[in-house]
């Protein structure tokens, strides 16, 4: 895993997308790690245990959470709320210094 985000960073730059997504995968991956490790001392162990046994339990939550997320931001792109590129009551009041969205309700 290293030695891909190190190709990648050097073949392009160390900001893409791609590289930054490496990236987030080995940090957690030595996360999981580190913990795994901390298993080993005795004052750690149960600390170690419910970390994971809580992420375990949190994934089915964390997914139904995210299709939310995804699927409340599908409606806002379908209304096309805070488009600024649409031209409209938003995109003029915009230009208004003194103008907040949802004043007019």
């Given at each position: ?53 809580v992420t375990k339990d949190l994934r089915q939550f964390l997914l139904l ?41």
């Amino acid at each position: 895993m290293c030695v891909v985000m190190s190709l990648s960073a050097m073949a392009t730059t160390p900001f893409t997308t791609f590289t930054r997504a490496i990236t987030i995968i080995q940090i957690a991956q030595s996360i999981i790690r580190t913990f795994m490790f901390m298993r080993i001392i005795k004052q750690y162990s149960p600390i170690v245990t419910m970390l994971t046994q809580v992420t375990k339990d949190l994934r089915q939550f964390l997914l139904l959470y995210m299709i939310s997320l995804f699927l409340f931001s599908q409606v806002l792109v379908v209304l096309g709320i805070a488009n600024t590129t649409l031209p409209g009551d938003l995109k003029t009041a915009k230009e208004k210094e003194d103008w907040y969205p949802g004043i007019e309700f």
